[in-house]
C-alpha cells in the first residue's frame, strides 16, 4: 500500500462521476466543467439550511457599512508580526468596523475585547480571534521544517491538534497555518515554516496539519480555523529574497505549488491567506485566476480569504494598482474576502459600491463566508466560549504536552554523519560543550513560536544534558563563540579551548540564531554566522573525537564539518523541550529516525538545488568520456552535500529484493512493488522507507524520480520486514502537454530506499494513457 495519498479516478465521458471528491459534469463536452464536492457537509458537517437561514436574517439587518466592518481584520498591540500596528482598533471595534482581530490572546484578554463587539455594536456580532499558531502555541513544538523531518504524519497531526488545544483555550478561534509553501531556495528564510522541497511529503503534511487543528468538529473547544497560506507560489521568491517577484510556468504551478493547497481545501481547510509576492505578473492579492478561477470555482474552496498582512495596500508600490482605493477594488474583485491589517476595505469599500466599482454581491459573498466561521464555531450561540481561563489552566503547558513536543523532537533530528558510531556517546565520557546555541533559551523554539515563552520555559541542550546527568558526568560548558554576522572577537575561544582538552568528547552546538530565519530572513549565503567556524577549526587541532549539533532553520552549507567532525546531528530549533530530546538522542534513549525533507548543496551556487529536477540534454556522467560540454559546474559538483530523504541510524538498514508484481499497469488496476528492509545493526530503529519514480518518457519532459509513497516502519535488532506499496496510474499523473491532469503510457522505473538516492530499482509499463482532469480552459 502506499500509506498516504488520496485517491483519483479516470474520467469517463459522458458520465458525471463522483471521485473522491471530484464531480466532473461532461454536461457539453465543448465547455468542461469542474465542480468540488462540498466539504461544508462532508467534513464541516452543516445543517446548511438551518445555517443559512440564520444568516440569511442575520444579513438582512446588516448596513452595508456594517457588512463592510466584517471584512476588516486588524492587530492589537500584543505582537508585531508586520510593519504596521493599530493604535485605535477598540475603538474601531466598537463602532462595528472590525469583524477579526488578530495577536490578541488569553482568555481575559478575548474575553474583553469580545465584550466591545458584542455589547457595544448594534447588532452584537462576535469577532473572530487570529493568531499565529504554527509549531505550537505555548508549548512549542520543533519548527515545521523540523516536524517535517519526522515523516511521521500522525506525530505531526499531533502537534498541530495539540497547538490549536492550548490555543482554542486562551481564546483564539483560528491559526495562519500551515504554511504549505514549497521552497526550493535555502537562501529564503521562510524555508524553516513549511515541509520543504518535496510535493508528495508537503501535501501529505498539510493534510495531517489542517486535521490537527481543525479536527472533525469545527466547533468543537479544542479545534481552531486552519489557513492555509501563502498561497500561491510564495517559496519560489527569486534569488531567495523575501517577498520577491516569482515567475514560473503554469505547469510548475500546477505541478509542484498548488498540490498541497489542493489538499487543504479537500480536507476542508476553513480559510486561505494570499501571499505577499506576484506571480507571473499579477500579484496574488489581486490575481482572478488564484482566487477566483482556481480556488473559488475550480476547486470549490468554501471558506474564506484573507490577505496576508498589509497585502491589499502593497498593490501600490508592485505597480498593479494606481492607489489604495484601486486596490481595494482589484482585491475584493479578485475574490479576497478580508483585508489583513490595511483598512483598505473600510476605507474604500462604500464609496467602490456607490461608484459601482464592486457590486454589493460581492461584499455579500464575502461576508457570508465569514459569517459561516463564525456560525460553525458557535460563536453565535456564545461569542465567550473559547475565553474560559478554567480551561486555559487546565490546558496551558500540561504534562502531556511537553511530552509530546520532547518526542516529536527527538523523532525530527536528522543524523547527518556517524563515523565510527561514534554516537551514541557513552556515559563515562566528560563532555566539551561549546558554542552560542549550547545554553540559549531564546534560540530553542526558533521563529514564529507563537505565545511561546522564549525566555525560562526552553530547556537548552547544557539542562537537558544536566537534568539527566546530575554531576554524575563532567561538563564543562563554555560559550567560545558568536553567531552574530557581524562577530569577529575570539576572546571566547581560549575557554572552549581549556573546556575541550579537559574533556573526552567534544560537543559544539551551532548554526543560526533563531531570528536568522522565517519571515523577513533571507541569507547571501548558508554558511555558520560569525566566529563558529574559525572556532570549530580550532578544536580540531586538538584530535579530539567531535560532534556537531546543528540547529538551524534552512539547510546550510556544512561541507568542512561534513569533512572533519565525527558526528552530525541537526536538530532545527527543537522547541521547548528541545534540550531533553537532544540529549535522549546523544545518549541512545532514541534511535534517530529523521530525513531530510531539504537537499543540502554543498555550496549557496548550486541553489536551488532539489532531488527530482529535470536530467537536461547533457546530463553530467562523472565517469563518461565527454566531460567539457556536459551540465556541470567548474568548480563544484552537481551533487548534494546530503540528499532529500536522506538520514541515518545508530542502527543499519539494509534493501533487498525489491520486486514488482505484475510488469504490466493497466488503468483501474495497480501494481504492487515489495522490499525486504533488514534492521542489521545492534540497535532498534525506525525506517522511513521511500518509494520514488521515474516516467521515463512524456509529451512533457519528467524529473529523474519523484517520491510516490513512504512508510515509517520500527524493526528490532534483527528483525526483516517486507514492505508493500501499491502504485496505480493515478499516482503517475501530471500536467501533460495539453495541461490535462494524466497519466501517459510508457515505461516507469521504480526505486525503493532510505533516501532520493535509493538504488533497488524496478520497471514496468503502463498500457494505456489515463485522462483524470481536463485542463481549464483559462490555464
Ligand atoms: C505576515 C506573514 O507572512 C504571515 O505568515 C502571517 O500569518 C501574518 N504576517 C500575520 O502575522
Redesign the pocket.
Known amino acids: 500500500m502506499i500509506k498516504y495519498k488520496r485517491s483519483l479516478i479516470a474520467l469517463s465521458v459522458g458520465a458525471a462521476l463522483t471521485v473522491s471528491g471530484w464531480k466532473y459534469l461532461d454536461s457539453d463536452s465543448s465547455k468542461p466543467e469542474f465542480k468540488k464536492e462540498s466539504v461544508s457537509e462532508k467534513i464541516w458537517k452543516d445543517d446548511k439550511a438551518v445555517m443559512a437561514k440564520f444568516i440569511d436574517e442575520l444579513m438582512a439587518k446588516m448596513t452595508l457599512e456594517e457588512k463592510i466592518g466584517q471584512l476588516n481584520l486588524l492587530?492589537s498591540g500584543w505582537?508585531k508580526?508586520?510593519p504596521t500596528m493599530s493604535d485605535d482598533y477598540q475603538e474601531q471595534i466598537k463602532e462595528g468596523k472590525v469583524g477579526a482581530i488578530?495577536?490578541a490572546f488569553t482568555a481575559d484578554y478575548t474575553r474583553d475585547l469580545q465584550k466591545l463587539a458584542v455589547e457595544e455594536t448594534r447588532l452584537g456580532i462576535p469577532l473572530l480571534f487570529?493568531?499565529?499558531v504554527?509549531h505550537g502555541h505555548r508549548t512549542i513544538f520543533p519548527i515545521s521544517l523540523g516536524e517535517a523531518a519526522s515523516w511521521d504524519l500522525d506525530a505531526i497531526q499531533d502537534a498541530s491538534r495539540i497547538a490549536a488545544t492550548e490555543a482554542a483555550a486562551e481564546g483564539i478561534h483560528w491559526t495562519?497555518?500551515p504554511?504549505v509553501d514549497i521552497a526550493r531556495d535555502p537562501r529564503w528564510g521562510?524555508v524553516s515554516?513549511g515541509s520543504g522541497e518535496d510535493v508528495f511529503l508537503s501535501t501529505e503534511i498539510a493534510r495531517a496539519r489542517v486535521n490537527g487543528f481543525q479536527g472533525d468538529d469545527l466547533g468543537a473547544l479544542d479545534t481552531v480555523l486552519a489557513?492555509a497560506?501563502?498561497y500561491a507560489a510564495?517559496g519560489q521568491a527569486q534569488a531567495g529574497r523575501d517577498y520577491h517577484t516569482t515567475n514560473m510556468s503554469t505547469r510548475e504551478l500546477w505541478d509542484t505549488y498548488l498540490p498541497p493547497f489542493e489538499a487543504a481545501v479537500e480536507e476542508g481547510a476553513a480559510s486561505f491567506?494570499t501571499?505577499?509576492n506576484e506571480l507571473n505578473g499579477v500579484p496574488a492579492t489581486g490575481s482572478k485566476y488564484l482566487l477566483d478561477d482556481i480556488l473559488k470555482q475550480r476547486w470549490g474552496f468554501e471558506g474564506f480569504v484573507v490577505t496576508?498582512?498589509t497585502a491589499i495596500n502593497e498593490m501600490v508600490p508592485h505597480g498593479f494598482a494606481a492607489d489604495l482605493k484601486h486596490a481595494g477594488e482589484l482585491a475584493i474583485n479578485a475574490g479576497v474576502d478580508m483585508d489583513?491589517?490595511g483598512s483598505v476595505y473600510s476605507d474604500n469599500l462604500l464609496e467602490l459600491v456607490e461608484e459601482e466599482k464592486v457590486r454589493i454581491s460581492q461584499i455579500d459573498n464575502a461576508v457570508r463566508r465569514i459569517l459561516e466561521m463564525k456560525y460553525r464555531l458557535g460563536l453565535f450561540e456564545d461569542p465567550y466560549r473559547y475565553s474560559d481561563t478554567d480551561r486555559q489552566e487546565r490546558e496551558i503547558y500540561k504534562h502531556a504536552h511537553m511530552e509530546a513536543a520532547r518526542d516529536v523532537a527527538r523523532k525530527s533530528f536528522v543524523l547527518l554523519k556517524n563515523q565510527n558510531s561514534i554516537l551514541p556517546l557513552s556515559e563515562g565520557q566528560s563532555v566539551a560543550l561549546i558554542g552560542p546555541l549550547a545554553d540559549s533559551k531564546q534560540d530553542m523554539i526558533g521563529s514564529?513560536s507563537a505565545a511561546g515563552d522564549r525566555w525560562e520555559k526552553p530547556v537548552t541542550l547544557l539542562e537537558g544534558l544536566k537534568a539527566r546527568f546530575g554531576d554524575s558526568v563532567d561538563i564543562n560548558y563554555a560559550k567560545g563563540a558568536s553567531y552574530e554576522f557581524d562577530a569577529t572577537d575570539t576572546a571566547g575561544f581560549a575557554e572552549a579551548i581549556e573546556a575541550a582538552k579537559k574533556s573526552d568528547v567534544i560537543v559544539m552546538a551551532m548554526g543560526e540564531k533563531w531570528n536568522m530565519t522565517g519571515?523577513a530572513a533571507s541569507r547571501v549565503d548558508l554558511n555558520f554566522p560569525g566566529t563558529q567556524s574559525a572556532l570549530m577549526k580550532e578544536l580540531k587541532k586538538l584530535g579530539k573525537p567531535m560532534v556537531l549539533v546543528l540547529m538551524s532553520g534552512r539547510p546550510m552549507t556544512i561541507t568542512w564539518a561534513d569533512e572533519n567532525v565525527d558526528a552530525i546531528l541537526h536538530t532545527w530549533y527543537a522547541g521547548t523541550q528541545g534540550g531533553h530530546a537532544i540529549a535522549d538522542v546523544l545518549y541512545g534513549d532514541y534511535n534517530p529516525s529523521g530525513k531530510l525533507p531539504v537537499t543540502f548543496p554543498r555550496h549557496v551556487g548550486q541553489v536551488p538545488i532539489y532531488y527530482n529536477m529535470k536530467n537536461t540534454g547533457r546530463p553530467f556522467d562523472p565517469n563518461g568520456e565527454e566531460q567539457k560540454y556536459r551540465s556541470r559546474y567548474l568548480n563544484e559538483s552537481n551533487a548534494p552535500l546530503y540528499p532529500f530523504g536522506y538520514g541515518l541510524s545508530y542502527t543499519e538498514f539494509s534493501y533487498s529484493d525489491l520486486a514488482l508484481n505484475s510488469q504490466i499497469l493497466n488503468p483501474g488496476s495497480s501494481v504492487t512493488a515489495s522490499i525486504n528492509v533488514t534492521n542489521n545493526g545492534e540497535h532498534a530503529g525506525e525506517e522511513v522507507v521511500q518509494l520514488y519514480i521515474q516516467d521515463k518518457v512524456g509529451s512533457v519532459t519528467r524529473p529523474v524520480r519523484e517520491l510516490k509513497g513512504f512508510q515509517k516502519i520500527h524493526l528490532e535488532q534483527g528483525e526483516r520486514k517486507t514492505v508493500e506499496f501499491t502504485i496505480s496510474a493515478e499516482d503517475l499523473a501530471f500536467h501533460d502537454i495539453d495541461m490535462n491532469l494524466a497519466a501517459e503510457a510508457g515505461e516507469f522505473n521504480v526505486f525503493i530506499g532510505g533516501s532520493s538516492e535509493a538504488n533497488n530499482t524496478g520497471t514496468f509499463q503502463l498500457s494505456e494513457n489515463v485522462q483524470f482532469r481536463r485542463a481549464n480552459p483559462n490555464d
Open positions: 492587530t505582537d508580526t508586520g488578530f495577536n487570529g493568531y499565529d504554527i495562519f497555518a504554511m521562510r515554516e489557513c497560506k501563502h510564495y491567506m501571499s505577499f496576508d498582512y489583513m491589517q514564529w519571515e
